[in-house]
């Protein structure tokens, strides 16, 4: 009978020693795509691991086949995942079709306050409908698209006496959109220690939603909109606007005189390759990226630069990033929630930054040293200010075909005109819509 | 004299069980065995055609499925008829399918032509030939991509070796005049050694002695070729066009890895364009439509074409 005391003291001593350690273990899996923030990830999971005695396992899936492999996953009802780093865009189905627990309840329950994140992060990441106190995601991975370019080149006194002569102006970081193209078209072909090089990678890819996002870095800074008032869907003079057809001829510009060759369908692998490899001399890519490139001992360091997408009637970027959410088919929703709770907290926060993820938390964001805390951190910053993003809506993935067409189709495929193109794909997403029953 | 097997089993068999079995017609049993083959053949091959034909009057999409389904009558129909898209699909997939053929069977009928001669090395050079078609489309599609590829590509070496064209100077898979080309190359270099085979196999068929009769005859060799090579392999190479045809109507990993069904959307196929509309932009409905479409329009294709085999054969 003593010993049976003493056993149980000891339990009770052994439960309170180790408080966190939830009562019973499971093994979570959570889903993202496969890049070098997810390696990041892993990384600060693992304190995660040793507080809760959960185990994280992770499926990262390549970012062509992320959105087909997770859709299908979601759609089909899919117990893979029971946390999910999903795109932005995916928001507006993930809450309507029932994918996504909304996590209102828990974040009060829990005190987790969507203040304590950066506004423009909750708006694009969590809440749908847009904008509404309706939360299906925790920030996790601030992201926009960015550029960066080799310094280096820039920094030769032959180079920028070159570019001086040829244009009348100093080589430095471009300010706006057709200083970028004179600045990509002024090193196409130009000859830089003994190779060829060229003036930019940009995004052209077909499949899966490339060409878009690349495009819209354009589109964005002459001031495109998807609607002429928020919400009407009412497209025609947005969309097709005077501002939107210049905009997609400077891409098309930008990709005929300004890339290497056969840069037909390239997207974020093919950009840091094409940078990588010394072939361009400047590259848009997503800020994710950026850690690694400034670590990379051929092209890093001093011998690389970043810059935000310059504005040309405004200062825009193309989002990128996701939430977390925790996957309604799921049977280990409580665990799930207890990561996001443990994810949501500032140190963590921090954490996450210092390992190379973009926290979107206001304590790491806002803290005086941030700006100096990376090459590049001041101008996500200014990136973030001013992101815009692709549609939200459950039809988001037919939206964003049909705009991967039209736009392949004028500027690689050389079909038709931008008017025409930005025409076409306003009554394609017409239909859509009408098919929706929102027009 | 004593039983026989059958005879035991007669024995054995219950008096009741032995009427029962004996009320049996052999039409009867002959249902009782091909009965689990129409039950197979009804349960995966049947009803999802009519479950699609089904679909194809509605508006459904499998990624909503708490979405209330409605019938449109033949709006799906109407919608890729009248769609100028898909028929710059149609033109692409004939364009495809038009030259691809024509090269397989040009290519492969001469290979088997000179195969079939004896000389030294033949089974080696078979073995070589075919060995492009023993690999899986995805492998192929992704490597050429490289081949194809404008500044380290080696067939773009290869033109600029023969033609002094500079090899950075086009884009195989980049360029909209070009990219057709690129993947018809493709399908030829895999497939012709498929038509190859089957060609072999029909002037393997055709007797010595009609060849010694024509000799006799004093019939020259370009007479042979035509009245007797070419008849006699002809329902072969019918036969391998058939196969293609097929084939290549419904080609897309090779080509999905190749071009992506780019550039813009010049060498997107109607699998393809079938495959975003099914399952990226999840228009069931709509793609169950369009699916009945090729279906109809394949085996109808396929039909006056047999019944043409037919014919050739019985001559």
Known sequence: ?439 | MSDTPIDRVAKATPPVLARKIRGFSDRAIAWVFIAPTIFLLLAVNIFPLIWTINLSFTNFRANRPNREVDYIGLRNYERILTDGDIWLTMQATAHFLFWTIFFQVLIGFTLAWLINRKFKGNDLWTTIIVLPMMLSPAVVGNFWTFLYQPQIGLFNYGVSFFTGIDPSSFQMIGDVALAPWSIVIVDTWMWTPFVMLICLAGLRSIPDYIYEAAEIDRASKWRQFWTITVPMVLPFLMLAVLFRGIENFKMFDLVVQLTGGGPGSVTELTSINLKREAFEKWRTGYASAYAIILFVTVFGLASIYVKALNKVKER
């Open chain 1, 1 to 439: 009978m003593k010993s049976a005391k003493y056993l149980a003291a000891s339990a009770l001593l052994a439960s309170t020693a180790f408080g966190t350690v939830s009562a019973s273990a499971d093994e979570l899996t959570l889903c993202w795509a496969a890049w070098d923030p997810a390696n990041a990830l892993v990384e600060l999971s693992k304190e995660f691991e040793a507080q809760s005695g959960h185990t994280m396992k992770f499926e990262f899936v390549p970012w062509p086949n992320f959105a087909d492999r997770m859709l299908n996953e979601l759609n089909s009802g899919g117990k893979l995942c029971d946390l999910l780093i999903g795109d932005s865009q995916w928001i507006g189905g993930g809450a309507e079709n029932g994918h996504y627990v909304k996590l209102n309840d828990f974040f009060d329950s829990e005190g987790i306050s969507m203040d304590d994140f950066a506004p423009a992060t909750v708006y694009a990441y969590s809440t749908w409908p847009k904008g509404t106190p309706n939360y299906y995601a925790l920030p996790a991975m601030g992201d926009a698209n960015g550029w960066f370019y080799r310094k280096d080149w820039f920094e030769k006194p032959e180079i920028q006496a070159a570019y001086k002569e040829a244009t009348g102006q100093d080589l430095g970081v471009p300010k706006t959109q057709k200083e970028l193209l004179q600045i990509a078209q002024f090193f196409q072909g130009r000859e830089i220690d003994g190779q060829t090089r060229y003036g930019a990678a940009i995004f052209t890819e077909r499949g899966s939603e490339g060409i878009t996002m690349g495009a819209t870095g354009a589109l964005y800074a002459w001031g495109f909109k998807y609607e002429t008032e928020p919400g009407t869907y009412q497209m025609e003079g947005a969309v097709n606007s005077p501002a939107a057809v210049e905009a997609l001829e400077f891409y098309k510009e930008f990709y005929k005189t300004a890339t290497p060759p056969g840069y037909t369908d390239s997207y974020m692998e093919q950009s840091l390759d094409a940078f990588k490899s010394g072939q361009v001399a400047m590259a848009m890519n997503w800020f994710a990226f950026f850690p690694g490139l400034y670590a990379d001992p051929d092209v890093g360091g001093d011998k690389i630069g970043f810059f935000v997408n310059p504005g040309q009637n405004v200062e825009a970027s193309t989002l990128g990033g996701q939430g977390i959410s925790v996957v309604a088919y799921s049977d280990k929703q409580d665990a799930a929630l207890e990561y996001i709770k443990w994810f949501a907290q500032p140190d963590v926060q921090k954490k996450w930054w210092d390992l190379g993820g973009y926290s979107c938390h206001v304590s790491v964001l806002n803290d005086p040293g941030f700006t100096e805390s990376a090459p590049f951190a001041a101008d996500f910053l200014k990136a973030m200010d001013g992101v815009q993003d692709f549609w939200q809506e459950p039809a988001y993935a037919e939206l964003l075909l049909a705009m991967q067409k039209r736009l392949h189709d004028y500027i690689v495929a050389d079909q038709g005109t931008a008017q025409e193109a930005l025409d076409k794909l306003i009554e394609d997403w017409t239909e859509t819509f009408e098919d929706e029953g929102k027009l």
